[in-house]
Every structure is written in structure tokens, then in C-alpha cells.
């Protein structure tokens, strides 16, 4: 089955735009989707699809793809937007579903 | 609004089954372009996927699990369960039910609150 790789942590200053990354083969053929986990919190789904949010979902979350590539971006972070993100998305060869590691969002 | 539930016991004995229930409620888990997830997070790790299950019963579940798990469906409960066998204190982790909706965009839309499952003698 594939693999989605991110980078464990990525910091950025308040108010200030940052991209998380997701890489893997799964990507060239469906979108990711992507969560925010806050601690001791479920999951919570902020982007999907092409670029899609939730209701409820700030549109300062914002996500776009290219070749195996996926991103979330966070333009003018909040100190509320600290939390682990990961990425998710079909499997490219079966119904099977696969997560990214998860990268630690921290906002100076 | 659909709403995710987990039940089980909370501690389990090493080589003993895992046995969790995860109840819908406020939707109905027939409904079709859905599939429904467990998905485990051992503590301070990253989320990993165990295995969905559509309201028909077809079943598709992680490689690395495949030959310990079972997840079954009770539409008439519009319940979902899993089952994880021979555990070992690897198993510790929280357990969260999910709704997967399938198709063009694929993603785990609503989740259950978790419940921490610990494997110790």
C-alpha cells in the first residue's frame, strides 16, 4: 500500500502564512484531505477534496495539490491554529485509506 | 448532526481480543457513498488507519493489521464493531470510529470523541 510522508514540525510567526506538505504516490491520483488534532481532541476535518472546508472551518485554511504533492495552507496563523495536522487520502491502488505522519504546527 | 460513539472496556489483557462498539446516531449507517472506520492513535503517535467496512458488510482493513482484525456491521443497530485479536501492549492506543465518505472526495468527515484502549496484564 502507499505511504504519505510529512515533515514531523513546522513553525511559523503569528499572523504569518505557512504550507504543510504531503507527498506520495496515492496523491497523483486522488486529493488529501487533512486533519487538525489538537491535544487530548479528536480529529477534526479542516480541508478536503479539491479544496473544500467544512462548515465552521476558517477560510484562512486553504489546500491545493500538484503531481504527487499535496498542501494545507494557513494564511495569517493564529495562536489557536497550533495543533498536529495530518494528511489522509485513498489508497492508490485499492479501497485501503492512508495517513501522513502528522506535523506539529508551532506559532511563534 | 450524525454523531459517532465508541464503547468498550478499557483495559485488555496481553494475547485477549479487542472488542469495540461504535454507535450512530442522527443518520443512518446504510446510507450509501459512506463507508465507516476504525482508526487507533497510540500515545504521543501519529494516526493509523485499521480498516472500513460499507453497510453491505465488504470490509477492507490494513495490511499490517489484516490477519488480527474483523470489523463487522449491525444495521438494524446502526452500530459498527471491531475486533482486534492477540493483542499485545503495541495495541495500546486511543480508538476512534469515523465516518469515510467515498468517492471523488475521499475523507474522514465525522469522527467518534475516542476511547483509550490499554493492553496490560
Known amino acids: 500500500s502507499s505511504e504519505l510522508t510529512q515533515d514531523p514540525a513546522v513553525s511559523v510567526a503569528l499572523g504569518q502564512t505557512v504550507r504543510i506538505t504531503c507527498q506520495g504516490d496515492s496523491l497523483r491520483r486522488y486529493y488529501a484531505s487533512w486533519y487538525q488534532q489538537k491535544p487530548g481532541q479528536a480529529p477534526v476535518l479542516v480541508i478536503y477534496?479539491?479544496?473544500n472546508r467544512p462548515s465552521g472551518i476558517p477560510d484562512r485554511f486553504s489546500g491545493s495539490s500538484s503531481g504527487n504533492t499535496a498542501s494545507l495552507t494557513i494564511t495569517g496563523a493564529q495562536a489557536e491554529d497550533e495543533a498536529d495536522y495530518y494528511c489522509?487520502?485513498?489508497?492508490?491502488?485499492?479501497?485501503?485509506?492512508?495517513f501522513g505522519g502528522g506535523t506539529k504546527l508551532t506559532v511563534l | 448532526q450524525l454523531q459517532l460513539q465508541e464503547s468498550g472496556p478499557g483495559l485488555v489483557k496481553p494475547s485477549e481480543t479487542l472488542s469495540l462498539t461504535c454507535t450512530v446516531s442522527?443518520?443512518?449507517?446504510?446510507?450509501?457513498?459512506?463507508?465507516w472506520g476504525w482508526i487507533r492513535q497510540p500515545p504521543g503517535k501519529g494516526l493509523e488507519w485499521i480498516g472500513t467496512i460499507y453497510y453491505s458488510g465488504s470490509t477492507y482493513y490494513n495490511p499490517s493489521l489484516k490477519s488480527r482484525v474483523t470489523v463487522s456491521v449491525d444495521t438494524s443497530k446502526n452500530q459498527f464493531s471491531l475486533k482486534l485479536s492477540s493483542v499485545t501492549a503495541a495495541d495500546t492506543a486511543v480508538y476512534y470510529c469515523a465516518r469515510w465518505s467515498y468517492g471523488g472526495n475521499n475523507h474522514f468527515d465525522y469522527w467518534g470523541q475516542g476511547t483509550l484502549v490499554t493492553v496490560a496484564s
Open positions: 442522527g443518520g443512518s449507517i446504510s446510507s450509501s457513498s459512506y463507508y
Open positions: 489522509n487520502s485513498r489508497d492508490s491502488s485499492d479501497n485501503h485509506v492512508v
Open positions: 477534496g479539491k479544496n
